[in-house]
């Protein structure tokens, strides 16, 4: 199963997909954290591992990638990856682990003036197209803020997405154009709802399709404090437990 959590800057994606981890490890589930957000860095050490080197590094940098992808196929037959690569192919630079979850990044803006993020994007697209997940796999993507990633066909390697919604007229805005987005898609999106507190959590339900909550998780000050903190999560939390179990047993894997 490939899950892509995506939403508005701020609302919570890459907590939510360490949360979701752990759900995950817990229920002996092998997992890969793939940090698909270009402009933060901080998902290594939420989940408490040292960053590993960028997948774009390692083929490397943007002219190395661009090279490997217009190379003739007689120089380069199996392209930028192995049609089907699996979680224990990925070189051991590239992975960092804690327990059962193996933490990825695709790359990452490191120097001024180095030029847009097209090229991650692009190779984000081509490593999960990759990727093959065995039974008992997880993949969890922390995408970057907005909805790039859908105009890059990233999302058309997810078995579903989840947006995750704090309580902003923004993050409602973008909502409703992610899930238009992901009906053209024809992938299947459901909405996550973030920092929820009791007086405004009737508000933000009414603005979407009660059908697509498929959570909603409480505003949680101790939470917020050792983030800013940054100490890492260390245990998922009973609605990212229960979230994990649902999205195992969730009507669209019958599809």
Sequence with gaps: MKILICGKGGCGKSTLSVMLARAFDAMGRQV???????????????????????????????????EKINAPISENPQGVFP??????????????????IRVVSIGKIHDYKEGCACPMGM??????????????????????????????GVIGCADVMLAVVDPTAESLKLAAKMAEMAGHAGRPLYFVINKSEAEIEGMITSRLDPEKVAATIPKDHDLFVASLQGIAITRAGEHAEALARWLEEASWQAR
Excluded: W, Y
């Design 123 to 152: 190779l984000a697209t081509r490593f999960l197209e990759s990727l093959r997940v065995n039974p008992g796999q997880v993949v969890i993507v922390d995408t970057e803020a907005g909805v790039e990633h859908f105009g890059r």
């Design 83 to 100: 049609m089907e690569q699996s979680m224990v192919d990925l070189p051991g630079d590239c992975v960092s682990e804690t327990g059962n």
């Design 32 to 66: 890969l954290l793939v940090d698909a957000d270009e402009s933060n860095f901080g998902i290594a050490h939420l989940i408490g591992v040292d960053p590993p080197m960028d997948l774009m590094e390692s083929l490397g940098g943007k002219k190395g990638f661009k």
